[in-house]
């Protein structure tokens, strides 16, 4: 995808937000070495929404994602959760601020259960309300119920996906950031999946900010988009307003899902 890209203009008939985002990332810059990462990077998230950041490989999607949770800090910039700066905040204290993460690469602990994984994600909120949520995790993945006494790391990818995010809704979150959560599965898993995202947003009312790589899918599910072009942030927009620019279509729809 071109460098040249401008921001896009508000969306026509948009309606204009005048409360604060739930999570707000400014003017980010993160470094591996001496290499920026990113390189001033603004993101809202507000409450309620499905918020997606698609990108291509190395475009820095996962880097943002493992900086507002505080690995590795930016060197520059802010972010600001529901009011706080937790810019410096220690990763194990975002996690009880009720921001939960599923990373790339899912990174379940394998030779545990699928319940012990996920008591792992409850013991965030301190077993409160494990047996509802629990309940809640199964209702939305019903295979995770069937594979309940095996070790995670004998589970599909699809399954490993599946006990990743259920991990993460056992820690109640009030935002759930997903990271590549599509990445390599089958097309129906990776529909499940989304459903399932969806249907937490719509009964729920869960903030999600989600990384993706599947543009067509997150464009699809996402109220508002962000397209991150080498560390930087070139386009914004609603979901589907993005899904109908020629310049996204072309870098990223083009021979794939329509």
């Known amino acids: 995808m071109s460098d040249t890209l401008t921001a896009a203009p508000p969306a026509v008939g948009a309606p204009v937000r005048t409360d604060a985002p739930m999570l707000s990332v400014r003017g980010v810059k993160t470094f591996y070495g001496n290499i920026m990462a990113l390189k001033g990077v603004d993101v809202d998230v507000y409450k309620g929404e499905i918020v997606t950041l698609i990108g291509s490989n190395g475009a820095g999607k996962s880097t943002l994602m493992m900086t507002i949770f505080g690995q590795p800090r930016p060197r520059e910039g802010s972010i600001v959760y529901e009011g706080r700066d937790i810019t410096k905040v ?7 601020l009720k921001i939960a993460q599923s990373p790339e690469g899912r990174r379940i602990f394998p030779r545990m259960t699928v319940f012990e994984n996920l008591q792992m994600g409850a013991s ?4 409160s309300h494990f047996d509802e949520d629990l309940l809640k995790v199964f209702t939305l993945f019903p295979r995770l119920k069937e594979r309940i006494n095996q070790r995670g790391g004998t589970l599909s990818g ?14 109640r979150p009030r935002l759930l ?12 898993i990776v529909r499940q999946i989304f459903d399932a995202i969806r249907e937490l947003n719509r009964t729920e009312g869960l903030t999600v900010f989600l990384v993706e790589q599947n543009a067509f899918h997150a464009l699809k599910l996402a109220h508002r988009g962000y397209v991150l072009v080498n560390g930087l942030v070139t386009l914004s927009g609603e979901g589907r307003e993005l899904l109908e620019r020629p310049e996204v279509r072309a870098a990223y729809l083009e021979g794939g899902a329509h």
């Open 124 to 127: 965030v909120d301190g077993f």
């Open 177 to 188: 950031m997903l990271d590549e959560p599509s990445l390599g599965l089958a097309p129906l």
């Open 90 to 96: 220690p990763t194990h204290e975002i996690a009880q």
């Open 158 to 171: 699809g399954e490993q996906q599946m006990l990743a995010i259920g991990r993460a809704l056992m820690s």
